[in-house]
């Protein structure tokens, strides 16, 4: 665990997972961005992830008891068979807890009507 990305000032070339720690010397500004290899596929994956798990934790709105565990494997992305017509071609390989949001614990999640 460590900072992955070789532009920041605390790179670290062991760490074979970003921790989120990186750290950029923001004195100077790049004078030009190259966004020919740019791949947005796990970011768009977890935001059709999170659309439908947010359909999902909505159904109270109708009445329906949150299972917290089918809502805790959607959130890991641990078991989880996703529907929506995004992963028609494959399920997705990205974890929406990697996220920023981990203080968001799904381990005790009730929501009843």
Same mark, same amino acid.
């Given at each position: 665990?460590?900072?992955?990305?070789?532009?920041?000032?605390?790179?670290?070339?062991?760490?074979?997972?970003?921790?989120?720690?990186?750290?950029?010397?923001?004195?100077?500004?790049?004078? /030009?961005?190259?966004?020919?290899?740019?791949?947005? +596929?796990?970011?768009?994956d977890r @935001? %059709?992830? *999170? $659309?439908?798990?947010?359909?999902?934790?909505?159904?109270?709105?109708?009445?329906?008891?949150?299972?917290?565990?089918?809502?805790?494997?959607?959130?890991?992305?641990d078991g989880? /068979?996703?529907?929506?017509?995004?992963?028609?071609? +494959?399920?997705?390989?990205?974890? @929406? %807890?990697? *996220? $920023?949001?981990?203080?968001?614990?799904?381990?005790?999640?009730?929501?009843?009507?």
């Amino acid at each position: 665990m460590g900072c992955t990305d070789s532009s920041a000032t605390n790179f670290n070339a062991s760490a074979t997972e970003d921790d989120g720690s990186c750290t950029y010397d923001v004195s100077t500004a790049p004078t /030009t961005y190259n966004f020919s290899n740019a791949s947005y +596929g796990g970011q768009i994956d977890r @935001l %059709n992830m *999170l $659309k439908e798990l947010e359909t999902y934790l909505k159904t109270v709105n109708d009445g329906a008891v949150i299972d917290a565990s089918l809502a805790k494997s959607m959130y890991a992305n641990d078991g989880y /068979t996703w529907t929506s017509d995004a992963f028609a071609n +494959g399920q997705p390989t990205k974890q @929406l %807890n990697n *996220l $920023k949001i981990k203080h968001l614990s799904l381990n005790n999640l009730m929501l009843r009507h």
